[in-house]
């Protein structure tokens, strides 16, 4: 509450400051010094970071212009004004949006940090006025004349729709209500539903979507963008979306879709809403500095939708510096799809999700579920996610499936569907195949390859799919879609879970986390750098492959032991290097995905850890072809639970010894003697080297016996006598 009290007032403060801001220009060319180009414009008029949006026939620019170190015109690079151009010069911005920001913040804030856009002609409506009836009036608005409207303080019982080169500002920060009249049943600002609008915003308004006395069964957001572009929306409070409490069809507080472009969400504080708090499905988006708290669903939802044939998907959108909470049926921020008919059809791309505060949502604090083959570049970098209660995970990442359908039948290694046809080697090895329901539900594999209609998989099934048996192919091991960069996390539970989508994992931090902080489900991708204070384990690792897991620092202050810090399950080809685990119980679990005992952890290195206060080295489930080397063990039982197969090497490992080597002798009037190997695993007898160092004496043969936990026996056939028989030996 403390932290929503202290940015409420931050935000109420820079609404009421007066300082003196940039301004936005815009022209249709960038020099000839006609009407409508860039250098047109006075130089005396020009201040410091004042910026301009060009339009020509061929293309779009953006500038900021400079006060000093210009150097000569440059057109379209560097553009000096024709007239008292004194030191001054416009340089081209050539970041994109959704690139992310400049040390300086020109990039991206040019057109988002100014009172001043959208001056030009100024027209006022009065106290009791009509708004829309002010943006009727006006007829002749253009790139080269944009019109401001101030609205005085009131509250206007009406809905709105802007249109291009028209800017609505309240003329004191909140000092101007618009408000859905009763059973009005529409949207209180609408930008761009009577045609295309671009170039136009609202500034400091209450926008009331006065749920209670609207229709029911129609749905209406606050502030609705539909085919607009460069559309600016902050600073505004808005609240109170029909209908209430409606998961999907409620009203959301800002929605930004069907082909919205170039649209600026910022300073805004989103309050007691319908559904979703802020919803894009737009390209080009910036949602900064807002203010969610109290939305039924998402606080942020980034979405794919399939309306009309048409296809609308969320691209270059950025996530920034956003106060997030209190979402009663959602997650902090998410990811919906619409009306999709298969994963190919939506591409979701870059997306970043940077620096935001994310406290107590009932769900996740971020989910990016039903993430696609297409989908590409999430990026969820620097956030601070706190009290999170579901086992989905604070950060959740999941996919969608590229292609399901029921079996024909199948076989010990393949899946049939007559129903397809794929083409040749289509599925490869870096899909794996899910078995969702009927007979071997539940089982995973991995993909060796496919034909028309038939999956071949490894290894084989351990119940093998019929004709009741539904399936699910997707694209679980390749290159990283998600990178979980540097984030914070304080009295959560699970802390990430992935799906089916390669995820890099890296910087991140965690404290007071009650379960399995990382949990990893048929995918592949790195967890690396992280430090965490945990509870129980520190990654489960579910039928994946090509992991890596180092550099890690995992630990519990504690005298309370974690449960397996690392804990395989049917997961191969994978690494774990260079940790640090402090206060376990045993450090490795190696065992089956379930009961589904096809399916082993096989072919891991677990290499160079240190391995401090531990209960146990390794529990042996179900493994097979594993290497356990050159780790360090300090104040660690030495035990292991369980036996592992003759396949697995562990060597070289400090404090735990499992290699060794001496001398004996059988002596004389003896037949034997038992040799004390000292080591952590009971060897087998083919690891036992012996060569007799004599001719044994009376002896002409000797042989080992006995092998056991702490000793193994050399035997002579008869007594060595006074000669005695000596022997050396050797455990590798």
Same mark, same amino acid.
């Not at 690392?566 to 080809?573: K, L, M, R, S, V």
């Given at each position: 509450?403390k932290?929503?009290?202290?940015?409420?007032?931050?935000?109420?403060?820079?609404?009421?400051?007066?300082?003196?801001?940039?301004?936005?220009?815009?022209?249709?060319?960038?020099?000839?010094?006609?009407?409508?180009?860039?250098?047109?414009?006075?130089?005396?008029?020009?201040?410091?970071?004042?910026?301009?949006?060009?339009?020509?026939? =061929?293309?779009?620019?953006?500038?900021?212009?400079?006060?000093?170190?210009?150097?000569?015109?440059?057109?379209?690079?560097?553009?000096?004004?024709?007239?008292?151009?004194?030191?001054?010069? #416009?340089?081209?911005?050539?970041?994109?949006?959704?690139?992310?920001w400049?040390?300086?913040?020109?990039?991206?804030?040019?057109?988002?940090?100014?009172?001043?856009?959208?001056?030009?002609?100024?027209?006022?409506?009065?106290?009791?006025?009509?708004?829309?009836?002010?943006?009727?009036?006006?007829?002749?608005a %253009?790139?080269?004349?944009? $019109?401001?409207?101030?609205?005085?303080?009131?509250?206007?019982?009406?809905?709105?729709?802007? /249109?291009?080169?028209?800017?609505?500002?309240?003329?004191?920060?909140?000092?101007?209500?618009?408000?859905?009249?009763?059973?009005?049943?529409?949207?209180?600002?609408?930008?761009?539903?009577?045609?295309n609008?671009? $170039?136009?915003?609202?500034?400091g308004?209450?926008?009331?979507?006065?749920?209670?006395?609207?229709? %029911?069964?129609?749905?209406?957001?606050?502030?609705?963008?539909?085919?607009?572009? &460069?559309?600016?929306?902050? !600073?505004?409070?808005?609240?109170?979306?029909?209908?209430?409490?409606?998961?999907?069809?409620?009203?959301?507080?800002?929605?930004?879709?069907?082909?919205?472009?170039?649209? #600026?969400?910022?300073? +805004?504080?989103?309050?007691?809403?319908?559904?979703?708090?802020?919803?894009?499905?737009?390209?080009?988006?910036?949602?900064?500095?807002?203010?969610?708290?109290?939305?039924?669903d998402?606080?942020?939802?980034?979405?794919?939708?399939?309306?009309?044939?048409?296809?609308?998907?969320?691209?270059?959108?950025?996530?920034?510096?956003?106060?997030?909470t209190?979402?009663?049926?959602?997650?902090?921020?998410?990811?919906?799809?619409?009306?999709?008919?298969?994963a190919?059809?939506?591409?979701?791309?870059?997306?970043?999700i940077?620096?935001?505060?994310?406290?107590?949502?009932?769900?996740?604090?971020?989910?990016?579920?039903?993430?696609?083959?297409?989908?590409?570049?999430?990026?969820?970098?620097?956030?601070?996610?706190?009290?999170?209660?579901?086992?989905?995970?604070?950060?959740?990442?999941? &996919?969608?499936?590229?292609?399901?359908?029921?079996?024909?039948s199948? *076989?010990?290694?393949?899946?049939?569907?007559?129903?397809?046809? #794929?083409?040749?080697?289509?599925?490869? &090895?870096?899909?794996?195949?899910?078995?969702?329901?009927?007979?071997?539900?539940?089982?995973?594999? #991995?993909?060796?390859?496919?034909?028309?209609?038939?999956?071949?998989?490894?290894?084989?099934?351990?119940?093998?799919?019929?004709?009741?048996?539904?399936?699910?192919?997707?694209?679980?091991?390749?290159?990283? /879609?998600?990178?979980?960069?540097?984030?914070?996390?304080?009295?959560?539970?699970?802390?990430?879970?992935?799906?089916?989508?390669?995820?890099?994992?890296?910087?991140?931090?965690?404290?007071?986390?009650?379960?399995?902080?990382? /949990?990893?489900?048929?995918?592949?991708? =790195?967890?690396?750098?992280?430090?965490?204070?945990?509870?129980?384990?520190?990654?489960?690792?579910?039928?994946s492959?090509?992991?890596?897991?180092?550099?890690?620092?995992?630990?519990?202050?504690?005298?309370?032991?974690?449960?397996?810090?690392?804990?395989?399950?049917?997961?191969?080809?994978?690494?774990?290097? +260079?940790?640090?685990?402090?206060? @376990?119980?045993?450090?490795?679990?190696?065992?089956? !995905?379930?009961?589904?005992?096809?399916?082993?952890?096989? $072919?891991?290195?677990?290499?160079?850890?240190? @391995?401090?206060?531990?209960?146990?080295f390794?529990?042996?489930?179900?493994?097979?072809?594993?290497?356990?080397?050159?780790?360090?063990?300090?104040?660690?039982?030495?035990?292991?639970?369980?036996?592992?197969?003759?396949?697995?090497?562990?060597r070289?490992?400090?404090?735990?010894?499992?290699?060794? =080597?001496?001398?004996?002798?059988?002596a004389?009037? *003896?037949?034997?003697?038992?040799?004390?190997?000292?080591?952590?695993?009971?060897?087998?007898?083919n690891q036992?080297?012996?060569?007799?160092?004599?001719?044994?004496?009376?002896?002409?043969? @000797?042989?080992?016996?006995?092998?056991?936990?702490?000793?193994?026996?050399i035997?002579?056939?008869?007594?060595?006598?006074?000669?005695?028989?000596?022997?050396?030996?050797?455990?590798?």
């Amino acid at each position: 509450m403390k932290k929503i009290i202290i940015l409420l007032m931050i935000l109420f403060l820079s609404l009421f400051v007066n300082a003196e801001a940039a301004k936005i220009y815009y022209a249709t060319a960038l020099t000839g010094g006609g009407p409508g180009a860039l250098d047109k414009l006075d130089g005396a008029s020009l201040s410091d970071k004042d910026g301009a949006i060009v339009i020509t026939a =061929s293309n779009r620019y953006f500038y900021t212009l400079k006060t000093s170190g210009c150097g000569v015109e440059s057109s379209p690079d560097t553009i000096i004004p024709d007239t008292n151009s004194s030191t001054k010069c #416009w340089i081209r911005i050539t970041d994109t949006i959704g690139e992310g920001w400049t040390d300086d913040g020109t990039t991206i804030r040019l057109t988002t940090s100014t009172d001043n856009v959208g001056i030009g002609t100024t027209r006022y409506v009065q106290s009791g006025g009509n708004i829309q009836a002010e943006i009727n009036a006006i007829t002749d608005a %253009s790139i080269n004349k944009v $019109y401001t409207i101030i609205v005085s303080g009131g509250i206007y019982n009406e809905c709105i729709t802007l /249109k291009s080169y028209v800017f609505l500002k309240s003329e004191s920060p909140l000092g101007a209500t618009i408000k859905a009249p009763n059973a009005g049943n529409c949207s209180p600002v609408k930008i761009g539903f009577a045609g295309n609008a671009t $170039y136009t915003g609202i500034d400091g308004f209450y926008i009331d979507g006065n749920k209670d006395n609207q229709t %029911s069964g129609s749905y209406h957001h606050g502030i609705n963008v539909n085919d607009g572009d &460069y559309v600016w929306i902050k !600073n505004n409070y808005v609240t109170l979306t029909h209908p209430y409490l409606v998961h999907g069809t409620g009203g959301s507080g800002i929605n930004a879709y069907q082909n919205a472009s170039y649209v #600026w969400i910022e300073d +805004n504080i989103i309050y007691n809403i319908g559904d979703r708090a802020i919803q894009v499905a737009g390209e080009n988006i910036i949602i900064e500095g807002n203010i969610v708290t109290q939305s039924y669903d998402r606080g942020v939802s980034v979405s794919s939708m399939y309306e009309d044939g048409l296809l609308y998907s969320a691209k270059h959108v950025t996530i920034k510096d956003n106060y997030i909470t209190g979402q009663t049926n959602g997650s902090g921020i998410g990811y919906s799809i619409e009306g999709l008919p298969t994963a190919s059809n939506q591409v979701l791309n870059d997306i970043k999700i940077i620096n935001n505060t994310i406290i107590a949502p009932v769900n996740c604090g971020i989910k990016l579920s039903d993430i696609g083959v297409n989908d590409n570049n999430f990026l969820i970098e620097g956030n601070y996610i706190e009290n999170t209660t579901t086992t989905l995970g604070s950060i959740a990442i999941g &996919y969608k499936a590229e292609e399901s359908g029921t079996a024909t039948s199948g *076989t010990a290694s393949t899946l049939t569907d007559t129903s397809k046809l #794929w083409s040749s080697a289509q599925f490869k &090895y870096n899909y794996a195949i899910r078995l969702t329901n009927g007979t071997g539900s539940g089982q995973v594999r #991995w993909v060796s390859g496919s034909d028309a209609a038939t999956i071949y998989v490894v290894p084989n099934w351990t119940t093998n799919p019929n004709g009741t048996t539904t399936y699910e192919l997707f694209r679980g091991f390749g290159e990283a /879609k998600v990178k979980i960069v540097n984030n914070a996390f304080k009295n959560t539970s699970v802390v990430v879970k992935v799906e089916g989508v390669p995820t890099i994992i890296t910087g991140n931090t965690a404290k007071e986390i009650n379960a399995v902080p990382i /949990k990893l489900y048929w995918t592949s991708g =790195s967890v690396t750098n992280n430090d965490m204070e945990l509870s129980y384990g520190a990654v489960d690792a579910y039928t994946s492959r090509g992991l890596i897991i180092a550099n890690n620092n995992f630990s519990r202050s504690s005298s309370n032991r974690l449960y397996q810090p690392i804990a395989f399950y049917g997961t191969e080809n994978s690494l774990v290097v +260079n940790n640090y685990f402090r206060s @376990f119980d045993y450090i490795i679990l190696l065992d089956k !995905n379930g009961t589904d005992t096809g399916n082993t952890s096989r $072919y891991n290195l677990i290499a160079s850890n240190i @391995f401090e206060q531990g209960d146990g080295f390794i529990s042996f489930v179900a493994e097979s072809n594993n290497i356990i080397e050159n780790n360090i063990l300090r104040d660690v039982t030495a035990s292991v639970a369980g036996t592992p197969n003759s396949t697995t090497h562990i060597r070289n490992n400090t404090g735990y010894i499992t290699e060794n =080597s001496g001398t004996a002798i059988v002596a004389f009037t *003896t037949t034997y003697i038992d040799v004390t190997h000292a080591l952590a695993l009971t060897p087998s007898i083919n690891q036992i080297k012996v060569t007799a160092t004599n001719d044994l004496g009376l002896a002409s043969k @000797f042989w080992i016996s006995n092998v056991g936990v702490t000793t193994f026996r050399i035997n002579t056939n008869i007594d060595p006598g006074s000669a005695t028989a000596t022997f050396v030996w050797s455990i590798l």
